[in-house]
């Protein structure tokens, strides 16, 4: 059942809601530039598509679409922690807002692009998130602190690209950041200086400088570009063979045709806020066509 408030919204012309997959409801986008789609349930970004290219979100063929469950691809997103919560390991992994339903605010759409405002209240955090489908993908998440007392919060848009063979792809952009391995218990790697090029599981929270990732992929002869604005810190992260088949909602072939760069503030980048303040990190997604001769 699509929720009561969107009823009441006056949708442009280039947006339809309908309820997709386990009866979540779906915003679909269908503009010159690009196409996409959006579910209020974690206010997640499934699928974007700039005219021209192929689709760029990755989207696993088990996913589930369900309350209380997370959709396996697109871009969900974690938050207030990352990963395992630090006191309570029964929690959900990384956090409550990818399993909550958003409230949809604000759309509008012009000649460039449309856009989603979405909201969700996980006390004491307001937060409102603002999804552009264009030439470009832009995700803002803007995090207020609407208690009385000072609060932290950790926070990751965990986009999963679709790639042609991980085996040929590399990312650039990080070569001088240390980061935390998280297959060996986050112990701080120094910067190798070099591109990333991926032979095995890979697991890493690159502590960054806010520069932009770029991946390139010498199968689909395209580079898409990662911006980024208020993260300061970048997960890495392809689960190869072995934690594939461990996962029931991710096919176990999928693995080499995903990867997932995540812009972010985890770990000692966390975020505090103090009453009242805010915070907004945003991630801005474009693809060119061309990879430098490897
Ligand atoms: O961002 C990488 C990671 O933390 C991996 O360790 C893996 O667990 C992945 O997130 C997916 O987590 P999820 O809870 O969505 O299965």
């Known amino acids: 059942m699509i929720q009561n408030n969107l009823s009441s919204l006056a949708l442009p012309s280039r947006l339809a809601l309908d309820e997709g997959p386990g009866g979540l409801p779906r915003a679909t986008v ?19 598509q700039p005219a021209g290219e192929r689709p760029v979100l990755w989207m696993s063929e088990r996913s589930d679409f369900a309350p209380g469950k997370p959709i396996r691809g697109g871009v969900p997103i974690c938050f207030p922690w990352f990963g395992a919560k630090a006191d309570d390991p029964a929690a959900p992994g990384h956090g409550l807002a990818r399993l909550r339903a958003w409230t949809l605010e604000e759309t509008a759409a012009d000649d460039e692009s449309v856009t989603l405002t979405l909201a969700l209240t996980l006390d004491p955090f307001a937060l409102r998130y603002r999804v552009r489908f264009g030439r470009e993908l832009s995700l803002s998440l803007s995090v207020r602190n609407a208690g009385a007392a000072a609060a932290s919060f950790e926070a990751a848009l965990h986009t999963y690209f679709a790639v042609s063979d991980i085996h040929r792809v590399r990312v650039l952009g990080l070569e001088g950041a240390d980061y935390l391995d998280q297959l060996a218990d986050r112990r701080r790697v120094p910067a190798t200086g070099r591109p990333i090029e991926f032979t095995g599981e890979t697991d890493r ?11 390139e992929d ?3 002869d395209r580079r898409i ?4 604005r208020g993260s300061g ?17 991710f096919g176990d072939e999928e693995w080499p045709g995903m990867l997932c760069i995540e812009t972010a503030n985890v770990g000692d980048r966390a975020v505090t806020l103090e009453p009242g303040q805010a915070h907004e990190m945003e991630a801005s997604i474009r693809v060119n066509s061309g990879v430098r001769p490897s």
């Open 218 to 220: 010498a199968g689909w």
């Open 30 to 48: 269908t503009h010159p530039l690009a196409s996409g789609e959006l579910y209020l349930h974690g206010a997640h970004a499934s699928r974007w």
């Open 233 to 249: 810190s970048t997960v890495v992260w392809n689960p190869w063979t072995a934690k594939a088949a461990r996962m029931p909602d």
């Open 225 to 228: 570009r990662v911006g980024k």
């Open 205 to 215: 929270i690159y502590l960054d400088e806010g520069g932009a990732v770029t991946i």
